[in-house]
């Protein structure tokens, strides 16, 4: 018998509460997600997080909104150079996770 989306979503709930426990990488091989452990604001959000456990995939609609603006500042060396450290790594997460 497979399991009801009701036990599905919670048992991602349940796994997401105890996520220091048993690990990020154990957490997206039980439920078939890509959370990643290091938070960039470009790429995930709360509401990737919260679909994460509702429909049990690893999802962000805000970085669709903004990444033609992104990739357009991308093309200014001037603005890159003047990113604080955090954002340059964000930047760089999205350059390899946007195609």
Known sequence: EFPSTYDKITARLIDGLNIKEIGIEEFNRRHGTTL??????LTNNCTNFALCILV???????IDYIKPI???L???EEVISQLPDYAKYWISDFKDTSS
């Open 70 to 72: 992104i990739l357009e």
């Open 56 to 62: 049990g995939k690893s999802v962000c609609y805000q």
């Open 36 to 41: 990643g452990m290091n938070y960039n604001l």
């Open 74 to 76: 991308l093309k200014k």
